[in-house]
């Protein structure tokens, strides 16, 4: 199957800096990406849908501004983490498809863990 | 999105057949997902059913998906203790881009 990747697999900060994760398709193009958010113990929360080329959605009481989302190529999107708090420490996992609602196409990379001090 | 409900826990002998249950929430979902997570790590793909199926098949997973009742179930034959894991039910949600709405999970526990 299609495989996605993610970078970097864990990242520990300060309180205060911001942290990029990066989310790529290595053998399809992904024309839509989907970031998710999971704190311990709990469910996947769709955090934003993005589309090459386009801004990204973010779901209601996701701050836009603190989560910047691009998707500047079609193997490629990045989730900033901007000013990043300790509340903010979660596992982030993209998902990858070329074909949105076809069943197996949507591919969920391996996960991002970020820990803030 | 609104809440796609699983019970949280379920415990079963090697060997017995684990049964879990999801009911969900988008009765315009076209497919309903059964994914797998091992502690620290991500999501692995189990099976997927199409929404105009009441059952699918794959080897020791069986599907069962009541639309009437937004219904949906994972029978996993013959269970084994590399089973232990979290179980999320998942919907396509169409006003997402077919993102995916994700149940709590259910943690399986194999005993010997």
């Known amino acids: 199957g299609a495989v996605v990747s993610q970078h970097p697999s864990r990242v520990i900060c300060k309180s205060g800096t911001s942290v990029k994760i990066e989310c790529r398709s290595l053998?399809?193009?992904?024309?839509?990406m989907f970031w998710y958010r999971q704190f311990p113990k709990q469910s996947l929360m769709l955090m934003a849908t993005s589309n090459e080329g386009s801004k990204a959605t973010y779901e209601q009481g996701v701050e836009k501004d603190k989560f910047l989302i691009n998707h500047a190529s079609l193997t490629l999107s990045t989730l900033t983490v901007t000013s990043a708090h300790p509340e903010d420490s979660s596992f982030y996992i993209c998902s990858a498809s070329d074909e949105p609602g076809l069943g197996e196409t949507q591919y969920f990379g391996p996960g991002t863990r970020l820990l803030v001090l | 999105g609104e809440d796609v409900e699983q019970s949280l826990f379920l415990s079963v002998r090697e060997g017995d057949s684990s049964v879990i249950n999801c009911t969900y929430t988008?009765?315009?979902?076209?497919?309903l997902y059964w994914y797998k997570q091992e502690p620290g790590a991500g999501l692995q793909l189990l099976t997927y059913i199409f929404s105009n199926m009441d059952m699918k098949q794959d080897q020791r997973l069986t599907v069962l998906l009541n639309k009437k009742d937004k219904h949906l179930s994972l029978r996993i034959a013959d269970t084994q203790t590399g089973d232990s894991a979290i179980y999320f039910c998942a919907e396509s949600i169409l006003d997402s881009g077919y993102a995916l709405n994700f149940g709590k999970g259910t943690s399986l526990l194999v005993t010997p």
């Open positions: 053998d399809f193009q992904a024309t839509t």
């Open positions: 988008d009765s315009s979902s076209t497919y």
